[in-house]
């Protein structure tokens, strides 16, 4: 597998995420299915491979993101299929005299539209699934063996599902950008001025998107020091033919009461709705919240993560190089450990990220739409299954 | 300062996206990476396990190399193994170097190597190398981006096909005190073309006593502008161009990469290769040479400047560690550890998977490998423990480097710089000395300082090892009393293991190169020392202003070659006598010696004159050694060797010069080495006239010239008065 030498050689969690999801349907497509239990088979293998991806670089969240989703497909396919044969099987039993019309409508449902169903009967609905409209037919699922004659098919049709369903998966990844972006004008109005800091595609198409749609507005760029990604963005604004004020991060506080938007990008999104995000960011909320400007933060469904953090100032955080901070041959006359006590009187820490705490964010984008802080834990809940919140193989011996 | 950076961060951020992979795609960037030092600089414990799989923060520090050589895009790797090479190479198959995609490890394995300038020639011979390549030694760590500097080779060997090495280089000031670099290395002069950025002059064994260093005057003539630098680092990184590799292979006496290769490229002007350089700025770059540095780019890797190769960054097979805070740094943390709750670990510690920590035991600053169990109430400072270590209670270790399976008894005290060996046992309550270096292996009898000598032991040293640790193993008892024998102290009760006894730099220098930080005692002793140069320095220039007398720098310089060429001339002098001899025990044709002599003399670079004293000298050892009784006996062992080696000797008396070189050379073995010929002085000098190896012309000459010697100078030409004063005679008689 190629799965070790990937470790920090990626950058930025959509590559990241699409290429799990991608790695991982070439694991799918390559395990041979069992004859029973298929789900089972095709998760063990999710897992195993899941595991070392999430071992080999725990900080990546969209790594475990991803794992966990296509954990969860397996999981709805399986669940579509097996009710969609249990349906099947009972319409053929109770009676003959149902017309063939309503068998097939059955059986034509397509996955999501069942699995949808099934969730609805399983746990208790969400937003979404009350507000789709399905038919809530499905029949409850009993625990009676279906036939093995269409065993066989079954299996290469779940099989076939999940890889259609994963395909789904990375075409969403890829395609977020844009499906947030759409929503830019419902919220970049006329001659605004919008801050944001660092750099972040999501963002920048963001405003693109909201360029091209003829709003005029100014953009000011914190730079995002230590690692000064803002003076790109500030270059690609530009190029766009966008008014752009660059300021130092230190600045932010001083130019916030001229802001009516912060809108950002992030490094990941919690279950409790704190975001990761680079460092500065913290900074940037308060002062935010202090003026009552809206904060704003843009996501991509991958960077959903179904995890409550528990410090994650440094359990999720990333120290990078100090090197990044200041030269190391400059001060190599203040790193000298040969004398003293040994240790050296400058350290040098250099976290890459901070962690806001959902009620300094005042609204979350992502390619599902504008929502809440506290409303997060349900859009969690529509994309990962309760069970494989810890990607762990031990923890999957009862299934 | 800050804008400055920011540009750099930024252009460095704009580098990483327009960073095209087509360039190093096209050929595929192969490397050498010498899995050996061919020092013996890490003994005792390179006698047991090569240096390269030393632990460097708990992973093996070829992993760090071979991880970076794989990011930085190189494709092939031949890993050259010569000492221990069994051992790396059973590493490197089951680790999973081999199995990588895209990146390639081969092993080149060889067991007669005593140098780098050997292993490239042996690679060369192999002919596996196909374009540029980057050489470097198993032990560096680093995590720079190879792009912009093996672009720059290559325009510049587009332009110029005589730029065959780009080295990389670093800023690192030295300290002004120890006149040592902070990864404990000699202050290093470079100077370097500040356009051009070619290397110009090289000089890591600079005198400091003198205060001067001497450049030639040539290189200012030809370059109108030289930086002199001494706040560069070697970093040990160098992108060669194939036709290093041929260049070792015509000169066959290179045998080091800097002191030899280097500086032979310096300063041979006739085929007119450049070395050029390459400064890295914000990336890490260090070789660990000596135990100061390992101490040092174990605290660097742990404060992360050499990130992504940090222990809580899974990258090469190591456990992942997790940090944990502690006030604000951090420490790594293995999940599974043991630790009583009583216990403090404090700040840029790693601690290694199984490791057990007793109670009240406090640990500041250093590294414990796997599988430790350290008892109660210990104190462990700025050490490096290795894995499987045993530490009992109330041990007290403070910068020291214990090695994997040592067993520490109760009470017992490590002194700062102490390294103890593999399954060394140290006993109850014992006090390590400081600086003093533990093994189980006896410390090999120290060879005469000819290094090429102690390389080939380094080789040997996994059969002595097998050998010994078999007797460790069978009983302590016996092996404590056999310690005791051999003269070493023994290591308390129950102790097993010798210490070695501080070798040639003694302890004078020990503090230079060892874990510890440099005590502060020394530190005063030596500024006081440097600020009594300086006050010197300032005498000396006071006198001369006063006096109004300028010393020229060529004084100076003179002063510096003559100590130069002495060094040189005595190891010429060794290495004649040596082949002298062995042509002796052999019977070797006379036209053969000549042949060697010779071959010694261009190596060296010698005048005849210098081979004549040196063959003249040689022979008179001979004839003093072969056995004798009494002083007519000698001048009959002499008269018989200078008649079967005449022709030898004459080979080199071209001119009168020579001639009148071998009597002052007779005449100083006289006085200091050989006082037995003194006596027969005038008897020698009329064989030797009797053979024709000296002319009249020359013996007189030289009794004219020691006219006006002091009278301590003048007794042999008294003694030889009378055979003077007969050759005048007959001289004159001629006329």
């Known amino acids: 597998m190629v799965a070790h030498g990937r470790q920090c050689k990626i950058e930025g969690s959509q590559a990241t995420a699409r290429q799990t999801a991608e790695l991982l349907r070439s694991v799918i497509s390559q395990q041979r299915v069992p004859y029973t239990n298929q789900a089972g088979a095709l998760i063990d293998a999710v897992k195993a491979v899941g595991e070392q991806l999430i071992a080999a670089n725990p900080v990546e969240l969209a790594v475990g993101n991803i794992v966990r989703r296509v954990l969860h497909i397996i999981r709805e396919e399986d669940l579509s299929l097996t009710t969609a044969a249990i349906g099947e099987l009972n319409l053929s039993a109770v009676s003959d005299d149902e017309n063939d019309d309503d068998r097939d409508g059955n059986t034509t449902l397509s996955a999501a539209a069942v699995a949808a169903a099934a969730r609805s009967t399983l746990r208790p609905p969400s937003l979404q699934t009350l507000l789709e409209d399905t038919p809530v037919s499905a029949a409850v699922p009993q625990t009676s063996s279906s036939g093995a004659a269409d065993k066989s098919s079954r299996s290469r049709k779940l099989k076939h599902d999940v890889i259609e369903a994963v395909n789904e998966l990375i075409q969403d990844i890829v395609t977020c950008h844009e499906q947030i972006a759409e929503q830019a004008v419902e919220h970049i109005h006329q001659n605004e001025v919008i801050l944001t800091l660092g750099s972040s595609r999501t963002v920048s198409e963001f405003l693109f998107a909201a360029k091209e749609k003829k709003r005029s507005f100014r953009v000011f760029v914190a730079e995002g020091a230590p690692r000064y990604q803002g003076h790109l963005l500030a270059k690609e604004l530009v190029a766009r033919g966008l008014q752009t004020t660059l300021i130092t991060d230190s600045a932010v506080f001083a130019m916030i009461s001229r802001v009516n938007m912060v809108i950002v990008g992030a490094h990941a999104v919690m279950a409790n709705g704190g975001v990761i995000a680079p460092v500065g960011m913290n900074l940037v909320a308060l002062a935010a919240q202090k003026h009552a400007v809206p904060f704003v933060v843009l996501a991509g469904s991958h960077k959903l993560c179904p995890l409550y953090p528990h410090n994650p100032e440094v359990l999720l955080n990333e120290l ?32 890459a990220f901070d962690y806001v705490p959902p009620k300094l964010v005042s609204l979350f984008i992502t390619d599902a739409g504008g929502h809440n802080p506290s409303y997060m834990y349900r859009l969690i809940a529509d994309y990962y299954s309760a069970d494989d919140l810890v990607v762990q193989r031990r923890a999957i011996a009862g299934n | 300062m800050g804008a400055q950076k920011k540009r750099a961060a930024a252009a460095a951020a704009a580098a990483r996206v327009s960073e095209d992979p087509d360039d190093l795609a096209r050929q595929p960037l192969q490397a050498i990476l010498l899995a050996d030092s061919f020092t013996t600089k890490f003994r005792p414990i390179t006698l047991e396990r090569p240096k390269v799989l030393l632990p460097l923060v708990n992973v093996p520090m070829i992993n760090y190399t071979l991880a970076w050589l794989e990011a930085a895009g190189v494709a092939e790797v031949f890993v050259f193994c010569c000492a221990h090479s069994k051992q790396v190479i059973d590493y490197l198959e089951n680790s999973e170097w081999f199995s990588q995609p895209n990146f390639t490890v081969k092993t080149i394995e060889s067991h007669n190597i005593i140098s780098a300038g050997d292993a490239l020639r042996l690679i060369y011979e192999q002919n596996v190398i196909h374009g540029d390549f980057v050489l470097i030694s198993g032990d560096t760590v680093s995590n720079m981006s190879l792009t912009q500097a093996l672009q720059e080779h290559k325009e510049r060997k587009k332009k110029d096909n005589n730029a065959v090495m780009t080295m990389i280089i670093k800023k690192s000031k030295p300290s002004p005190i120890t006149r ?33 260093i001497c450049l030639d005057k040539m290189l200012l003539a030809e370059n109108p502008s030289i930086s002199l630098h001494n706040d560069k680092q070697d970093c040990y990184i160098d992108i060669c161009s194939p036709e290093v590799l041929s260049l070792f292979t015509d000169n066959f006496d290179y045998q080091h990469l800097r002191r030899h290769f280097v500086k032979g490229l310096l300063l041979d002007d006739i085929m007119g290769y450049k070395i050029f350089t390459h400064e890295i700025h914000s990336s890490y770059a260090a070789r660990i040479d000596n135990y100061r540095s390992y101490d040092i780019v174990s605290k660097d890797i742990i404060q992360r400047w050499t990130y992504p190769y940090v222990p809580d960054v899974k990258f090469c097979g190591n456990r992942a560690t997790k940090l944990e805070r502690r006030g604000i740094c951090f420490t790594a943390f293995n999940s599974e550890i043991e630790q009583s709750r009583s216990a403090q670990v404090g700040s840029f510690t790693v601690i290694g998977y199984g490791t057990k920590i007793g109670s009240n035991s406090k640990i500041s600053d250093s590294v414990i490998g796997e599988g430790c169990t350290i008892g109660s109430n210990v104190l462990i400072e700025g050490s490096y423990i290795w894995d499987n270590v045993i530490i009992e209670d109330g041990c007290e270790l403070r910068h020291v480097i214990v090695c994997d399976g040592v067993i520490m008894k109760a009470g017992a005290v490590l002194k700062p710089g102490v390294v103890l060996s593999f399954k060394v046992v140290i006993g109850e309550r014992f006090v390590v000395p400081a600086y003093s270096k533990v093994s189980l292996l006896q410390q090999p009898t120290v060879h005469d300082s000819d290094e090429e000598l102690e390389y080939a032991d380094n080789s040997s040293g996994t059969v002595e090892f097998s050998s010994i640790q078999g007797t460790a193993d069978q009983s302590n008892g016996e092996m404590t009393s056999e310690s005791s024998e051999a003269h070493k102290p023994k290591l308390g009760t129950g102790g097993v293991g010798y210490i070695w006894s501080i070798c040639e730099g003694g302890q004078e220098e020990e503090w230079r190169h060892s874990v510890a930080p440099i005590p502060e005692d020394k530190l005063t002793e030596l500024s006081e020392a440097m600020d009594d140069d300086q006050e010197l320095v300032t005498q000396d220039r006071t006198a001369l202003s006063t006096s109004g007398e300028l010393i020229s720098d060529s004084n100076a310089s003179e002063g510096d070659d003559n100590e130069d060429s002495k060094d040189d001339s005595v190891y010429f002098e060794k290495e004649v006598e040596a082949t002298f001899l062995r042509a002796v025990e052999e019977n070797v044709k006379v036209d053969h010696v000549i042949l060697e002599v010779n071959s010694l003399r261009l190596s060296y670079n010698m005048t005849s004159a210098d081979c004549a004293g040196a063959v003249f000298y040689s022979m008179m050892k001979l004839a003093i050694k072969t056995p004798h009784s009494s002083a007519s006996e000698l001048q009959q062992n002499t008269a018989n060797i200078i008649t079967t080696w005449q022709k030898l000797l004459k080979s080199y008396l071209l001119e009168i010069d020579e001639e009148i070189e071998i009597i002052l050379k007779f005449e100083e073995m006289c006085l200091e080495s050989a006082k037995e010929f003194s006596p027969l002085f005038a008897r020698i000098l009329h064989i030797l006239y009797d053979k024709d190896i000296l002319q009249e012309d020359a013996i007189l000459r030289w009794a004219d010239e020691k006219e006006g010697a002091d009278e301590s100078d003048k007794v042999f030409v008294r003694q030889s008065e009378k055979f003077i004063q007969w050759l005048r005679e007959a001289s004159e008689e001629e006329d």
């Open chain 1, 320 to 351: 990078r190089s100090p090197s990044e901070l200041l030269d190391f041959g400059e001060f190599s006359d203040c790193m000298d450990f040969g004398s003293g006590s040994g240790s050296p009187l400058l350290h040098v820490v250099n976290p």
């Open chain 2, 180 to 212: 040592q670099s902070r990864l404990g290395t000699d202050e290093l002069f470079m100077a370097i073309d500040p356009n051009t950025k070619q290397l110009l002059y090289y000089e890591d064994k600079a005198d400091h006593s003198k205060g001067t």
